[in-house]
């Protein structure tokens, strides 16, 4: 039971970090006894550090490059000047023996030495070069000065810690904050964040996901382009991979999969069949299909697709609560049904119809529970209708989030990260989401 402090009287900051999107927030205690919460999740892969924390570590970084650029011109320096130095003196000499130089020298000896004089004459330039660089030495090494004593402000004022431990302690405590919010468990939709943009890549069209049920070290990404016929699937080590394109393996379907309603989860692909109504299970370890099945009644080949079309007829997603298909049937006149998935046998456990055109939605999504639709997958989209399978009721919203690239056609939910995944017209885009929460106080049921 997550407790909740009843004694304020108006709504308090529990945890704020703007820049990373992490905020709980706390509000007085309702009539009814129960202490309202709210709490804004980001990606993981997102965060960034606390902003003192990144400056200290721009400053360490900068002293570092600057101490390494000096060693390496001083050691050039030293050496070059020395040499240059011993130039500079037979040039001297030379230039000595010309000025003393009476009608005994011969003039085939006086040529000699002019010759090796105006050969010598260019060192007199890099000489001045170097003399230069010792300058920028000098310049280079108050630099440091001041930067250390930049370093010692922060330092001070944030505590004795180097910024190891300083890094340590943050991770702890976004690791404790991200258990903490784990707890909360389900909440309502109330808000979507700008889009952060992954990467370009692929045509219009396509998928990309993480797998909901692996654990927070497997960062894998899959990668799906287009939206029929397709059959090759990327599999990238980690996000980090996929953002430089490299270290990835393929996967090569064995039946070519319709729309980009795909998900993975627990360690296996789930998708809509190329011209039929099958649910394919594709297991990526074994590289072999478990389980197909077909969808009673479902509609396939564009004859119930989300507005934008590309075959887009089911759509599998997976929330908190586990495996979904979403999709519609004549039966129901083309309104969304959404039924809950068995993952190991792939039959239906039970539908629910929303009583929403499938053709008027954008695309959808689930979280807790709740199918969220968007009014458009154009400019100017909001998610406008939601659907509760817990009471088998729904009601319209008003939750706008920013269409960068104007052309959604894929949407779904991660609650590993709980995080929105978006293909946006060739972009992998990511939004974080914002649920509200009500957590029961000690002593309620």
């Known amino acids: 039971m997550l407790l909740c402090d009843t004694s304020l009287t108006s709504p308090q900051t529990l945890f704020q970090s703007p820049e990373e999107g992490w905020q709980l927030y706390t509000s007085a205690q309702a009539p009814d006894g129960k ?62 023996r010309l000025r003393v130089a009476d009608g005994s020298l011969s003039a085939k000896s006086f040529q000699e030495l ?55 302690r943050v ?12 707890k909360l468990g389900c909440g309502k939709l109330t808000g979507v964040s700008n889009p952060i943009t992954i990467r370009a890549m692929g045509s219009r069209f396509g998928s990309w996901m993480t797998d909901t049920m692996a654990p927070s070290a497997d960062s894998r990404v899959w990668y799906m382009d287009g939206y029929y016929k397709g059959r090759r699937v990327l599999e990238f080590r980690t996000l980090g991979d996929f953002i430089k394109g490299q270290n990835f393996i393929q996967h090569l379907l ?16 789930f998708y809509n069949k190329y011209q039929s109504n099958v649910v394919v299970k594709y297991h990526f370890r074994s590289r072999s299909v478990l389980v197909q099945r077909s ?26 609560s586990g495996l979904w298909a979403v999709y519609t049937t004549n039966q129901n006149a083309g309104n969304i049904v959404v039924s809950r998935l ?52 729904y009601e319209y919203t008003d939750v706008p989030f920013h269409n960068q690239y104007s052309h959604i056609s894929m949407l779904d939910y991660n609650p590993r990260e709980r995080a929105l995944y978006t293909w946006n017209n060739g972009h992998q885009v990511l939004y974080n989401v914002t649920l509200f929460h009500v957590i029961s106080t000690a002593g309620d049921p």
């Not at 405590?173 to 784990?182: F, I, N, P, V």
């Not at 999504?365 to 406008?384: D, E, P, Q, R």
């Open 171 to 182: 991770m702890a405590l976004e690791a404790r904050l991200h258990a903490c919010a784990q």
């Open 35 to 96: 202490c309202i919460c709210t709490a804004v999740i980001p990606a993981q892969t997102t965060c960034s550090r606390d902003g003192r924390s990144r400056e200290l570590r721009q400053l360490m970084e900068k002293v570092q490059n600057v101490s390494q650029s000096m060693e390496v011109l001083e050691l050039r320096t030293y050496r070059d000047l020395q040499y240059v130095r011993s130039m500079e003196t037979l040039m001297r000499s030379l230039d000595a």
């Open 342 to 393: 068995d993952p190991h046998t792939l039959e239906v456990t039970r539908s629910w119809d929303t009583g929403y055109p499938k053709r008027s939605a954008g695309e959808a999504f689930m979280i807790c529970g709740v199918l969220y639709v968007t009014n458009s997958h154009l400019a100017g989209a909001k998610v406008y209708f939601a659907y509760f399978t817990n009471t088998s009721s």
């Open 254 to 269: 064995p039946q070519p999969w319709a729309g980009t309603g795909h998900v993975v989860y627990n360690g296996s692909l």
């Open 295 to 320: 969808l009673p009644g479902a509609g396939y080949n564009n004859t119930f697709p989300y507005s934008w079309g590309g075959f887009s007829d089911m759509d599998f997603m997976v929330d908190e």
């Open 114 to 168: 002019k010759d090796r004089m105006t050969e010598l004459l260019p060192l007199s330039l890099v000489l001045e070069q170097y003399k230069a660089d010792t300058r920028t030495i000098v310049r280079l090494r108050e630099e440091v000065r001041n930067l250390s004593s930049s370093l010692a402000a922060i330092q001070e004022e944030m505590g004795a810690y180097g910024y190891e431990d300083l890094q340590q």
